[in-house]
């Protein structure tokens, strides 16, 4: 699990560090501010349209990822009140058991 966490990590970093470059490249570049406007919306479309489905796949593992995630801390929460619920009816049982010792 933690493998594939930090896989998704690096590729929403490496995403985002694409996408920086890919802005800051565009906004440096030495022409007038609406044809680098120009440039850099049909740049960022363009990725968009490219790497849309890889972005849907990876948003789809993700929430795949935190499913399985919350279903697991789900059944270990469960396990661990049950075993409490067990240590209070074994201890409730011997407070009852030793109530009936005492003579009186």
Same mark, same amino acid.
């Given at each position: 699990?933690?493998?594939?966490?930090?896989?998704?990590?690096?590729?929403?970093?490496?995403?985002?560090?694409?996408?920086?470059?890919?802005?800051?490249?565009?906004?440096?570049?030495?022409?007038?501010?609406?044809?680098? %406007?120009? #440039? *850099?919306?049909?740049?960022?479309?363009? !990725?968009?349209?490219?790497?849309?489905? &890889?972005?849907?796949?990876?948003? /789809?593992?993700?929430?795949?990822?935190?499913?399985?995630? %919350?279903? #697991? *801390?789900?059944?270990?929460?469960?396990? !661990?009140?049950?075993?409490?619920?067990? &240590?209070?009816?074994?201890?409730? /049982?011997?407070?009852?058991?030793?109530?009936?010792?005492?003579?009186?």
């Amino acid at each position: 699990m933690s493998e594939e966490r930090t896989s998704i990590g690096f590729g929403l970093g490496l995403i985002a560090g694409v996408v920086g470059g890919i802005i800051a490249g565009v906004l440096m570049a030495p022409s007038e501010g609406h044809d680098s %406007r120009e #440039k *850099l919306k049909k740049t960022v479309c363009d !990725f968009a349209e490219e790497h849309s489905p &890889k972005v849907h796949e990876a948003k /789809k593992r993700a929430f795949e990822s935190l499913d399985l995630l %919350r279903y #697991k *801390l789900e059944r270990q929460y469960k396990r !661990f009140n049950n075993m409490l619920k067990s &240590k209070k009816m074994r201890k409730a /049982k011997e407070l009852e058991g030793s109530a009936y010792d005492y003579d009186y």
